[in-house]
């Protein structure tokens, strides 16, 4: 069997198909014997990258294309859709960081980014007016 | 994955346990949020939500913990939560929801803490 699996799965924006793109990406973490907080980790980063597709993206063919890619060491993953882009001051995190209370600073679904950014390892973020990518890496650790 | 949706409510003199089962999601969440304000309308301001047998929280279920934490400040009140994976506690902790409502290992934990 080869080290290296690219699994390719696109996913209608409706409600809940989040998560078969989470369950795809925790099969192949477990194939490679993340442990099982990574799992967990890779299926919220993967979760929260597609829900802010499906609200924010205003994508006209409604799908989120997801590109998975495992070796030994490390899970890739590549969300894209094609919709509008995302600003500059929501790419930076000004938005979602920095608020001093409850009642203004967790509200906005923006913070899905925050938590994206801390629990992977690497995360990249393209952008235009013909759509978004975000690219995130999970590297294993080990036992 | 798609676990079945559920929430247990049990109710205690000065406290009620919140118990959810499933993704928690905007659905599961307005179901939570509709229950613990049914309960804080009605004076139970002491609150524990067991997240024990809820494996996913997104962030549209974080924002909904959050209007109830609100709805509790509002009325001087206490929630707790219990249950937590390791991943979701350190996404509670990021949210600052730990600076609002206390993270306990089990659910006697978080009720003698209330």
């Known amino acids: ?143 | 994955m798609l676990d079945k949706l559920d929430i247990q409510i049990r109710e205690a003199k000065e406290h009620a346990v919140i118990e959810t089962t499933g993704y928690l999601n905007d659905a599961l969440g307005e179901q939570l949020a509709e229950k613990a304000q049914a309960l804080i309308q009605d004076g139970c301001t002491q609150l524990v939500i067991n997240l024990e047998k809820t494996t996913l929280i997104n962030s549209i279920g974080i924002s909904i913990l959050i209007e109830i934490i609100e709805a509790l400040t509002e009325r001087e009140g206490t929630l707790n939560f219990c249950g937590l994976s390791a991943t979701q506690e350190r996404t509670f902790r990021m949210m600052a929801i730990a600076k609002y409502a206390g993270i306990f290992p089990d659910e006697e934990s978080a009720i003698a803490n209330l």
Do not use: W
Not at chain 1, 68 to 81: G, H
Not at chain 1, 115 to 122: H, P, Q, S
């Open chain 1, 1 to 143: 069997m080869s080290n290296e699996h690219k699994v390719l799965l696109t996913i209608p924006m409706y409600p809940d198909m989040e998560l078969a793109a989470a369950k795809t990406g925790s099969v192949l973490a477990e194939l490679k014997d993340f442990n099982e907080e990574a799992v967990e980790e890779i299926q919220l980063a993967i979760i929260e990258t597609c829900i802010n597709a499906s609200e924010h993206s205003q994508s006209e063919d409604k799908e989120v294309h997801i590109q998975f890619l495992v070796t030994d060491d490390r899970l890739e993953v590549k969300i894209t859709d094609r919709g509008v882009g995302i600003t500059a001051d929501t790419l930076d995190g000004t938005r979602l960081l920095g608020r001093p209370t409850v009642h203004t600073d967790l509200r906005k679904r923006g913070r899905g980014l925050q938590i994206i950014r801390a629990l992977m390892d690497e995360v990249v973020i393209e952008s235009s007016p013909n759509g978004t990518t975000v690219s995130f890496t999970k590297k294993k650790t080990p036992p």
